[in-house]
């Protein structure tokens, strides 16, 4: 059996004779022809970057926030595989993802540095599976486990303050939430610790030095 889509072509409304006859010609003889050229191949899209400008501990904690009314954030699901949110990562130039159901709710965290830490090798010892066989689920932050601050908290928060709170909580995320108009808790941004290392100029990853906590206390 054929079956026929009744669907027609905006232009088969009326013949062609016709359809000359009400198409109006519109006349731009007035605007300047502007100058074109054919695309490079290989060019890249233009993407809205948040700059990442060298900071201060006592500058505003917003510089080293990566604000998602700015840049949205990149997402995964579950049930991806390790290796392949890891390559998304690269291919994106992130270094973590959230973990989303299918109805854009936010169920995790999953970053690069664990990805290629000992504790892929660790579950799959656990579980009995292939390390190529653990997926995000696996080994992704669960909400529960990940510490998040309020924006309007940060009005008078300055970088310092953030730093602190990474080296109080010893995490590498710290998450931004605020509230919409219906009261629901939404995810507004994001601190990382590489990035706060990066605008400040010091490696923030592992341990605070005495010095540089001392540094910190006396000017908060």
């Known amino acids: 059996m054929i079956l026929r889509l009744n669907v027609k072509f905006l232009y088969n409304e ?26 490079n191949c290989g060019a890249p899209f233009v993407h809205t970057k948040q700059e990442s400008k060298p900071a201060l501990l006592d500058d505003p904690a917003e510089v080293v926030l990566s604000d998602f009314t700015i840049n949205p954030p990149y ?25 989303v159901d299918k ?8 970053s690069a540095r664990d990805i290629q ?18 997926t995000v689920k696996m080994l992704m932050l669960s909400c529960k486990e990940m510490p ?5 908290e940060l009005s008078n928060a300055r970088v310092g303050h953030i730093a602190r709170l990474f080296h109080a909580l ?30 400040l100029g010091e ?4 341990d605070l030095s005495s010095h540089t906590v001392a540094e910190m206390n006396q000017q908060l």
């Open 203 to 206: 490696n923030m990853m592992g």
């Open 14 to 39: 009326c013949p062609s004779n016709h359809h000359k006859d009400v198409v109006k010609k519109v006349d731009t003889s007035k605007f300047a022809l502007l100058k074109t050229k054919y695309l």
């Open 75 to 99: 997402t995964t699901t579950e049930s991806v595989a390790l290796q392949n949110a890891l390559q998304q990562m690269k291919i994106l130039k992130v270094r973590s993802l959230f973990v």
């Open 103 to 110: 109805d854009d709710r936010v169920l995790g965290h999953v």
């Open 170 to 199: 010893g995490v590498n995320y710290i998450f931004v939430i605020e509230h919409d108009d219906a009261g629901q808790e939404c995810i507004r941004g994001i601190f990382s610790i590489s990035r706060l290392s990066n605008q």
């Open 117 to 134: 830490g000992t504790k892929p090798s660790m579950i799959a010892d656990q579980l009995g599976i292939k390390p190529s066989e653990v």
């Open 148 to 152: 998040t601050i309020q924006f309007n």
